[in-house]
């Protein structure tokens, strides 16, 4: 503020004031601080220009278990000007004071900058700055407040929706990062599994629903563990699936902790493709060990005896066989109590001249000597000659990851026999650049028996994760003692605990009574829509995944137009159309009418030759329920 360009009558009103301040020990005059800043200041006045804005809430006693409460609030004696803004800082106790962002409002949400924290005090402060200052101290405009600070407990978030009735609950935050595994052991203790092979035990000592007690189990000495995805426990041995092998972890000198790795099996196909490799093992009814072989490609050809396929061994690696083949990449198995296998398969993401589209991922019933179809014929039009079809198909690209056949009775018996398998979400890309936002949930397979010793199976989406908080990738599930499902998320290195205790009598009988109530054709439109988001999603009959170029999220450009809010300008774009009959040309004929901006040509040319009519009916009733 420049006090050399203070014209000279407003000097002389200055004068005078403080003359007559002298006289007359009056109360002080409240400063006009916007006449101040156009550069009328006094000494004090300039003080008080520069008075430190004032911390609203929290106060500092706060105690907070949930992260979607803790807003800052903050005032100033003055409103902003246009080139001045408020500098936030948080920083956890001990650490160094973090400028954590600019804003002209005067509070801001933390809960995005919390997600990734841990428990524990936190302090904050705001400085008003110049817009675009680096922030120094000599930048500052006004004095700093003397910081509050509010207190994180282990807090809780609900940060995934689920069926009515049931209810997450934060079990464990890990001291590991990139968690790959969560199981329980023998001792009905939870053990997770990080990619980086340390093995972590999380106890609930005070049994209050929250494991606060780490053990870490093995530190990897040495460092040799590499993108480890796979652990299992069998007569008292700890087995753990990395890069190329399977290997026994043991404690060598009995002080409680693993030190000692015994590779069982080595030279296993690893990282030929991205991300493939041997994965998630598990020890069947037969004592032998299972275990799941990513492709050494995308999409074919294969190269290697071992790859695509699942391998099943001795507990100490001898009489390796391939037990059945045709996956792509089988992440995770599971056996029903019954001793049947599934595992879940990830579909294709580079299309090229050999691949026109991309295929859905598959949930498969495993038997031995069979080849579900891989690099040949994908989802459930696959189901010919030799090649088995999967018991269902999901959204392609989910990334399907761990998965879990429950047969405990916490759920109810809706929940009985079937699968519960992590999606993680992909950053798969057709045109390369552009991400699908499929997955990031976990999704419910019911099994029928299909009468011929095999199962279909009908998904539907169990927790999904609330996308607008952040990116949550779902990585495994697992069943407790309890019964209840645990659900592990690789960002944030938590683990969720998923219960039911909705009255599911009662709930039956008023679904019941709504159900009766409602109009069938209501239900049916739902079921069309559903219909028409599933090959929305995953295309159907060879014909490509509308989603692969029209985005689902708000503001994201693909290579085609948003559909958001279609079903309010459909009807204008070609006079005579009504707006069923616009969105039904679009897809079969999609040259009649180009969206201006974009080339003719663009948008997939065969739909008419590969859907059915009522697959079109089914894109839609969908199409035309997608609000903005
Ligand atoms: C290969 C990319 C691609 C695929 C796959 C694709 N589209 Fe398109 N779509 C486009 C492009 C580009 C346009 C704009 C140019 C045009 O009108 O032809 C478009 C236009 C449209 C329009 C008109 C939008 C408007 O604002 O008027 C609709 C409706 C539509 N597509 C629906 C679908 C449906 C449903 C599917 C899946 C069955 C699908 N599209 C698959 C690229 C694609």
Known sequence: MKIVDIPMNK????????????????????????????????ARDQAAARAAPTLVSPDSDSVFDNIAEVKLVWSWIRPLAEDEVYDLRVWAEGADHNGIARTQDSQ???????????????????????????????????????????TLSKYDMNIMDLPEGFQSKLYARLPITQPTVVTFDSSGAMIVLALDGHIVKMTDEDHDGYAETSTMLFDD???????????????????????GRISIVSDSDGDGKLDSIQPIIEG???????????????????????????ATTDHGPLQDKYEASILRMNPDGSDVEVFATGFRNPYDLT?????????????????????????????????????????????VAGNIGEYTGPVTDFYTSSASSGLVYYSADQFPPAYHDGIFVAQFGTGAAFPKQLALQNGQMVVFVTLTADGKGGYTGKWQPFARFRTDLAVYNPIDVTVGPDGALYVMEWNTGTVYRVTYSGNEQIEATSEATTEAAASTSADANSDLVAQGETIFRSGANGAPACITC???????????PSLLG?????????????????????????????????????MYQNYAGQLQTSDVDALVAYVLSLKK
Not at 231 to 243: E, I, R
Not at 283 to 290: A, E, R, S, T, V
Not at 567 to 593: K, T, W
């Open 268 to 294: 296993l196909p690893t990282w030929k493709h991205t991300f493939h490799s041997n994965n998630g093992i598990v020890f069947g009814p037969d004592n032998k060990l299972y275990v799941g072989i990513g």
């Open 550 to 560: 029209h985005l689902l999220e708000n503001g994201a450009t693909g290579v085609g």
């Open 335 to 379: 056996f029903s109590p019954k001793g049947e296998l599934f595992t879940a398969d990830n579909s294709p993401d580079e299309p090229d001249d050999t691949l026109a589209y991309l295929p859905p991922e598959e949930l498969d019933f495993v038997q031995q000597g069979k080849n579900y179809g891989f690099p040949y014929v994908y989802g």
């Open 11 to 42: 000097i002389c009103i200055l004068v005078l004031l403080l003359i007559a301040a002298a006289c007359t020990p009056a109360p002080e005059p409240t400063p006009d601080i916007n006449t101040l800043v156009e550069g009328t200041l006094t």
């Open 566 to 602: 279609i079903s309010e300008i459909a009807g204008s774009r070609v006079s005579g159309l009504s707006a069923e009959d616009y969105i039904r040309q679009s897809i079969l004929r999609p040259n009649d009418y180009v969206v201006e901006g974009y080339a003719s040509g663009l």
């Open 221 to 243: 000495p040495g460092d040799k563990v590499n993108y480890a995805v796979g652990l299992a426990f069998h007569d008292g041995k700890t087995y753990v699936s990395d890069a």
């Open 108 to 150: 801001f949400d933390l809960t995005n900058w919390l997600l990734d924290r841990k428990p524990g005090k936190y302090y904050w402060t705001v400085v008003v700055v110049k817009k675009d200052s680096a922030g120094s101290p000599e930048d500052e405009l006004s004095n700093t407040p003397a910081e509050y600070s509010f």
